[in-house]
């Protein structure tokens, strides 16, 4: 059977870079993937899922919050991945949201962000690194710890806002060591996690690809038309 079809948004700053790394994640999940950028075509309806990757601070303008000035701003692609998550939802696609994309999964279903999140949480360790440095810890009885169990999880870190009002159906199933939020989920159909931190990076570390295949096997379930968290505990539990 053909492997679902992820697509995938990027800076078209940096986007030539992660979207390879990108790819190899979804290829060693069963899945392959498609680059989707600002001002290209992008249409939720010819994929079988969708990741909504990493990159500039989100526009205050979608969720009312203050303008800064040292924010890096990109408000086509803002407006592109907000459309691609309310057709995701509309569709019943599932998400995978990375950094930047779990704030715009967030911000898409009615969320607010904490602009300056280390201002806020002075208890989280403030680090911009690709490497595992990050300690956070898993929610009990959510679909993150599913997937990867509750034990402390190392991750990376490279953002400066973070959720801060939950989306309308979502609940939090991570947090760091200062209580900021690292991870949310939806609690229904269609299956979407949103992750602080960068997995992409990470390949070589079982939890990580974890989080791509489940996204990869909702992203089949769809394209069968069978319900996707179901299908995805079910493959939990085989693998």
Request: glycine share 10%.
């Amino acid at each position: 059977m053909t492997r679902p079809l992820i697509g995938v948004t990027t800076s078209n700053r940096s986007g030539w870079r992660i979207f390879p790394l990108m790819a190899f994640n979804i290829w060693l999940a069963g899945g392959r993937a498609i680059r989707w950028g600002a001002g290209h075509a992008a249409d939720v309806a010819t994929v079988d899922g969708i990741i909504i990757g990493g990159g500039d601070d989100i526009s205050p303008d979608l969720y009312g919050g203050r303008l800064v000035t040292s924010a890096r701003l990109d408000p086509q692609r803002d407006a592109l991945e907000r459309a691609l998550v309310d057709d995701a939802v509309t569709h019943e696609k599932p998400v995978l949201g990375i950094c930047r994309g779990s704030q715009m999964l967030n911000v898409a279903l009615g969320g607010t962000l904490h602009q300056d999140a280390y201002g806020v949480y002075q208890g989280s360790r403030f680090m911009r690194t690709i490497l595992p440095r990050k300690t956070v810890i898993i929610e009990p009885r959510t679909r993150l710890a599913e997937l990867s169990n509750t034990d402390p999880m190392r991750v990376n870190a490279l953002h400066t806002q973070a959720v801060e009002q939950l989306g309308d159906g979502l609940r939090v199933s991570a947090r760091d060591e200062g209580g900021m939020i690292q991870a949310i989920e939806r609690l229904t159909d269609p299956f979407a996690i949103g992750l602080q931190w960068h997995p992409e990076h990470l390949f070589y570390a079982h939890r990580q690809r974890s989080l791509f295949r489940a996204l990869v096997c909702a992203a089949a379930a769809r394209r069968d038309n069978a319900p996707q968290i179901p299908a995805v505990a079910a493959d939990t539990r085989r693998g």
